[in-house]
């Protein structure tokens, strides 16, 4: 069974800009979480999608965005993109919403944003 | 507010030698904790989890870690520790509203 993929894995855009990551989960997976991560913050939660809905929401500002789309692939949206926004993205997904006894979540490669 | 410590930024090991990452915890119930590992460009990989029942959890890559309620804690240990084990380790918890909260992560160095 193949893992979570995201896409692309590097990424180079300037202040001001709008960008858009692509996470596929594992087949059967109806729950993809995204996580930013930076050295300064560390691993932050940024929103999870579970059929379509978002059902959780991390402490980012309205820039961030997501979405989910029926297949369970999931996009996330950062728009007028700031120097600080510069990160790994890490996407994971999970049978059913994350946590929990039964829902292991399972991390992709992640997706590293440079905003020049 | 939940929320995962992780005291040590980076630790040192000679390969061979016994190894234990800590982490404390604050969470009112009694909590979801886990252990992942990532390597340098990597995702994270789940190493090991605690949801209830014995206090000791084995995981992969030969790591267990012991829950203490009492001391809110959830220290990782391996007994031997290879070259290969050189990497970040990042403790969790699964808080209440299904958000995983990660604590700071410890770096470690394998010292051959």
């Known amino acids: 069974k193949a893992g979570v993929t995201q896409t692309p894995r590097y990424l180079i855009k300037t202040r001001g800009q709008q960008v858009t990551l692509s996470c596929s989960p594992i087949?059967?997976?109806?729950?993809v979480s995204w996580y930013q991560q930076t050295p300064g913050q560390g691993l932050q939660f940024l929103f999870e999608?579970?059929?379509?809905?978002?059902?959780n929401k991390g402490n980012f500002p309205g820039r961030f965005s997501g979405r989910q789309f029926s297949n369970s692939r999931s996009e996330m949206n950062v728009s007028t993109l700031e120097l600080g926004d510069s990160a790994l993205y890490l996407c994971?997904?999970?049978?059913?919403?994350?946590?929990?006894?039964?829902?292991?979540?399972?991390f992709g490669p992640g997706t590293r944003l440079t905003v020049l | 507010a939940q929320s995962v410590t992780q005291p040590d930024i980076h630790i040192t090991v000679s390969e061979g030698a016994s190894l234990e990452l800590r982490c404390n915890y604050s969470?009112?119930?009694?909590?979801?904790l886990f252990w992942y590992v990532q390597s340098p460009g990597q995702g994270l990989q789940l190493l090991l989890k605690?949801?209830?029942?014995?206090?000791l959890v084995q995981g992969i890559k030969g790591f267990e870690a012991e829950f203490k309620r009492s001391q809110s804690s959830f220290n990782l240990r391996k007994p031997s520790v290879h070259w290969s084990d050189a990497a970040e380790y990042f403790c969790?918890?699964?808080?209440?509203?299904?958000?995983?909260?990660f604590g700071s992560g410890t770096r470690l160095s394998i010292r051959p």
């Open positions: 999608y579970f059929s379509e809905t978002q059902r």
């Open positions: 605690y949801f209830s029942g014995d206090t």
């Open positions: 087949s059967g997976h109806r729950s």
């Open positions: 969470y009112g119930a009694t909590p979801y």
């Open positions: 969790a918890v699964d808080s209440s509203a299904s958000k995983i909260i």
């Open positions: 994971a997904s999970s049978y059913g919403l994350a946590g929990g006894s039964y829902n292991e979540q399972f």
